[in-house]
């Protein structure tokens, strides 16, 4: 039985007077410790799969066990819970408090953890130590990130979840910051899921997942997964 | 409909909570404004026209005793256009349960027409001009409703050492009675105890065994006649008839009070509404402030389509303008209705010919305009950064709201102690310093109203508790219809009910000093009175001198005397000769109320020639009301008045009963204001970080965490705005007392601790409240939503 597991999950939501199918009988794995990517283009249904997995939201039907338990069905407070001990979270627009610093901004989540790593030597992991004392109006995009990062991993997840997190900045901020998640992901063995429409970073996953119209439409495995150095788009 | 009008019209519909608290605040504002406006032009426009109507007297002179031919003299002074004698003395009236009540016998020569401070028939009909028969009088529709006496009914008085029984013939009041009050002493009116008895002239000379004299002269004066003047020629003519007392219009009993009302109507119609109004425009700007940073990118869509920068802005405060006439149209209805209950009531309460009714259009267009301004100005002052809008910007994603230190973050020891969500909460309240300041002002605002509300009963209630429990400590105090032997009253000592008797004389007098000269009444105890204490408004005692003169702060103001000075007093008594005695001042006293003025006893006698002679006493019982005592005075004719502490007390209580209904009426007016600001601030709070809540949601933060944020941030704002509330609300009713004082009274600004908890309690209940409606939206919160799009 693989570490996440998606059996037959339905989700839909009412759009005016259509109903959206987002997800249409889902069903994929994911082994621990690896990093996979879900591709697709916009509105395949990858961010619904995303949000169900992180506990923000809910499937309307099927399985979502997560290292043996099933969070589909959970109460509020239990998914407040899950989000709170077990996931990290990455957006695209990095999401990051305008009123606190770069520290500030992790701390915030260590505050919350059960056994959280130290704050310093998360930002020395993703290499903002010295911009600790900045504002978030005083950081690059692709430092926000990385602070973002920093954020979900002072938590000490089991998993990182990552929605577009190289969509919102340039080719080179992109690659170093997927450098840093698979650093994270050797260094702290977490399981790391990337939502993202660029197939090129498909190349670096242990496991892609594509998903097209709301369903999965391939599930591979990949065997020889490339640096992100190595990669291009 | 245009475009832009159905998209204020959505605007409205999505931020209709926010919507609906401002229109709240506005219609608050102008139900106030045309409320008391309204009641104070029509009260004022009533008085002016009951006055001029009627008559009333420019000047007033008291004499002894003169006889009518004298009106002819004062009428030849120049400046004087009319002069009225009449006779007016206070006697006994002994009602049908043989208690005691006092009358003022008022004479009117007949008839009426031309004549100063005539009267108005309020029912019933006018008295015979002839004497012959049963003799008909008119009284004081309060007097004739809390007795109830109707057209048949008789009273009986006693007067000139007889009894006189006359019949009613229907209710009258005068310009000078609007609200009837026995003297300076008095607190409040009693109704039960004192009214006014209108009689025709040579009637009312007839039972005062006073035949072809008068009393009083009422003078009305030619515009811009010097009245200094004239008053000094009249006086000259009075002076060998004892010219007891001269006073001007402003200085009668019953105008004062009716002015200082209309005065206090003026001052609350002229300030409450603006706070309200600036509060709504404070609010007012910072949601525009907000609605136009949220609609950065719209708006950047509208000018790259060719819109114009005065175009948008007038689309932006259209916005301040709906909720200014939305809140105008509901006030002023709300405002009317308000205007005509209160000016009934007051009319009634000061017996005025009832208020002319209707719309007073003046203050219904001033009140649209003044709301239209506040809604323009603050619609424009928020759309100014409209034009800082680029449309190719505005359609890129915005840069994070700048975070900054704080200067809290000088204070390492402080600041390293706080937890992220109080950085969180202190930075934000630093970047958003306007709507810090709003908030903080406007909750203060709706405390200072509730204080205020509140100390008015505060300040009474010290008023009674002092003196009924500290000023004066006698049951009973016993008048007597003229200066007695106090030999004659200490038999009563005797009665096994009386614990304790003192006399008391007051002499009415003349106070002089250098080329100054007010009327006062000098009242004569002995030092060691255990039955009444002076203390002044602070609640500082006074010692009664045993030689010398207290006299009143009111007349050693208007005199200019200090402690130490010699003034000269001349008795005005109306008996015996007018004798004049030089006295020290030893000390100025500032009374709550009444005269104020103190001498000993011995003093007293000396300065009427006389030996142990009181005008009253007071006494001390076994009980505080004993029925069997009151029965004795009844059968004595000497006897004027018996006034018990405690039926005063009672008398008073119903009156303040009374005055809960408009602090009720308050307190519902602060509560809606600050419900409305709390409500707004955290619905704006809330929604500028939603998406910072959304993501706290995603860390793993619960609804209540993250509600809990929410709220720690308002009740920064709100806790200092209490804080700063409560002095401000204390400064508030001082200033109004200030403002609303009179010679007859002046209140203390006492606020009770209570009340300061009563008020705080109330806008912590009101900030909960606020809240909590705000609040409900964590609940909706849509984590994927808001992380989702981008403002």
């Not at chain 2, 424009?380 to 409209?386: C, D, I």
Request: proline share 5%; with cysteine; glycine share 8%.
């Amino acid at each position: 039985m693989g570490y996440i597991e998606m059996k037959h999950s339905f989700k839909s939501y009412k759009m005016g007077d259509s109903l959206i199918e987002a997800n249409k009988d889902i069903t994929f794995s994911v082994e621990k410790g690896e990093l996979a990517i879900i591709l697709g283009s916009s509105g395949a249904g990858k961010s619904t799969v995303l949000n169900i997995l992180g506990g923000m939201d809910t499937n309307d039907k099927g399985d979502v066990i997560i290292d043996g338990r099933n969070i589909a069905g959970a109460s509020a407070h239990e998914l407040t819970k899950y989000r709170r001990l077990d996931v990290g979270f990455v957006f695209q627009f990095y999401n990051l408090i305008p009123d606190l610093t770069a520290a500030e901004n992790v701390a915030l989540a260590a505050e919350l953890a059960a056994d959280p790593l130290p704050v310093d030597e998360v930002l020395q992991d993703v290499g903002l130590w010295e911009r600790r004392d900045h504002f978030p109006a005083q950081l690059s995009g692709g430092e926000q990130q990385r602070v973002a990062i920093a954020r979900a991993l002072v938590k000490h997840p089991r998993l990182l979840l990552c929605d577009e997190p190289t969509g919102a900045l340039d080719y080179e901020t992109g690659k170093s910051v997927l450098r840093l998640l698979c650093d994270i992901r050797e260094k702290h063995f977490s399981t790391v899921i990337i939502v993202t429409h660029n197939t090129a970073i498909g190349d670096m996953a242990d496991r892609v997942v594509r998903m097209r119209s709301g369903e999965v439409a391939e599930m591979l495995v990949n065997d020889c997964p490339l640096p992100p150095e190595r990669i291009d788009w | 409909m245009t475009i832009l009008s159905r998209k204020l019209l959505r605007t409205i519909h999505s931020t209709r909570g926010q919507f609906l608290a401002l229109v709240v605040i506005v219609t608050l504002g102008v139900l106030l404004y045309i409320g008391m406006s309204t009641t104070y032009y029509r009260l004022n426009y009533s008085q002016q026209q009951f006055y001029e109507q009627h008559r009333f007297a420019d000047y007033t002179f008291q004499v002894v005793k003169a006889p009518e031919s004298v009106v002819a003299r004062v009428e030849a002074v120049p400046g004087v256009v009319k002069a009225t004698g009449r006779i007016q003395k206070d006697v006994p009236i002994v009602k049908t349960d043989n208690q005691r009540a006092t009358a003022r016998l008022t004479g009117y020569r007949l008839p009426l027409e031309g004549e100063v401070s005539r009267l108005h028939l309020l029912s019933g009909r006018w008295f015979d001009a002839d004497s012959s028969g049963a003799v008909g009088v008119l009284v004081d529709p309060q007097y004739a409703q809390a007795n109830q006496l109707t057209p048949g009914k008789e009273i009986q008085l006693i007067a000139a050492g007889k009894k006189a029984t006359l019949t009613v013939v229907g209710t009258a009041t005068g310009p000078e009675f609007v609200y009837p009050m026995k003297d300076a002493s008095s607190l409040f009116p009693e109704p039960e105890r004192f009214g006014i008895v209108m009689i025709p002239q040579t009637q009312a000379q007839q039972i005062l065994g006073l035949p072809g004299q008068v009393n009083q002269l009422l003078v009305d004066l030619a515009p811009g006649a010097d009245q200094a003047r004239v008053k000094e020629q009249i006086e000259a003519i009075l002076q060998p008839y004892g010219n007891i007392a001269s006073y001007p219009r402003q200085d009668q009993s019953s105008h004062a009070i009716l002015q200082s009302e209309l005065d206090g109507i003026r001052i609350v119609a002229l300030s409450l509404p603006f706070i309200f109004f600036l509060i709504a425009a404070g609010i007012q700007f910072i949601i525009l402030t907000r609605l136009i940073r949220s609609q950065r990118m719209p708006i950047g869509v509208m000018k790259a389509l060719g819109y114009d920068n005065r175009r948008i802005m007038w689309h932006d405060t259209s916005y301040g303008l709906a909720v200014s006439l939305v809140g105008a149209t509901l006030g002023t209805g709300l405002g009317i209705g308000m205007a005509a209950l209160m000016s009934n009531l007051l009319a009634q309460y000061f017996n005025l010919p009832a208020a002319s009714g209707g719309v007073t259009l003046p203050v219904v267009i001033y009140s649209f305009l003044i709301t239209s301004l506040v809604g323009v100005t603050s619609g424009v002052w928020a759309s100014r950064s409209v034009l800082g809008i680029h449309p190719a910007e505005a359609m890129r994603t915005p840069p994070p709201p700048s975070g900054r230190r704080t200067p809290l973050e000088g204070w390492p020891w402080l600041w390293e102690r706080l937890n992220s969500s109080w950085r969180m909460s202190l930075r934000s309240i630093f970047r958003n310093r306007v709507r810090f300041a709003v908030t903080v002002l406007a909750v203060m605002c709706a405390v200072v109203l509730l204080v205020f509300a509140m100390f008015s009963s505060d300040a009474t209630d010290f008023l009674i508790n002092k003196n009924y429990n500290r000023i004066n400590r006698y049951d009973y105090q016993v008048r007597f219809t003229e200066p007695v032997k106090y030999t004659q009253v200490l038999e009563w000592t005797r009665w096994d009910e009386v614990q304790r008797l003192e006399p008391l004389l007051e002499v009415p007098a003349k106070v002089q000093f250098q080329e100054r000269s007010e009327d006062d009444l000098l009242v004569g105890m002995d030092p060691s009175s255990r039955l009444k204490q002076v203390y002044d408004k602070y609640g500082r005692p006074h010692q009664i001198p045993a030689q010398g003169l207290l006299l009143s702060s009111r007349i050693a103001d208007k005199l200019g005397v200090k402690a130490g000075d010699m003034v000269t007093v001349q008795t005005t008594l109306g008996l015996g000769p007018s004798r004049t005695s030089h006295l020290k001042v030893v000390g100025i006293n500032d009374p709550m109320t009444g005269s104020g003025s103190y001498i000993s006893l011995v003093t007293a006698n000396q300065l009427l020639g006389e030996q142990e002679v009181a005008s009253a006493v007071l006494l001390k019982l076994d009980r505080p009301r004993m029925e069997s005592v009151e029965e004795r005075w009844q059968e004595m004719n000497r006897v004027s008045a018996v006034i018990s502490s405690a039926q005063e007390k009672e008398t008073f209580a119903k009156l303040m009963g009374s005055a809960r209904a408009s602090i009720g009426i308050m307190i519902l007016f602060a509560v809606l204001l600050g419900l409305a600001i709390i409500y707004n601030t955290s619905i704006m709070t809330f929604n500028e970080r939603q998406r910072e809540l959304a993501s706290l949601r995603v860390l793993g933060y619960s609804r209540r965490e993250v509600a809990g944020l929410l709220r720690q941030e308002t009740w920064l704002q709100a806790l200092l705005g209490i804080a700063l509330g409560l002095p401000a609300g204390k400064a508030a009713g001082a200033a109004y007392m200030a403002s609303a004082s009179t010679d007859l009274f002046s209140l203390p600004a006492i606020i009770y601790p209570r009340t300061y908890f009563i008020a705080a309690g109330v806008a912590f209940i009101f900030v909960w409240m606020g809240q909590q409606l705000a609040i409900r939206k964590v609940g909706q919160l849509d984590m994927v939503e808001a992380l989702k799009n981008r403002d």
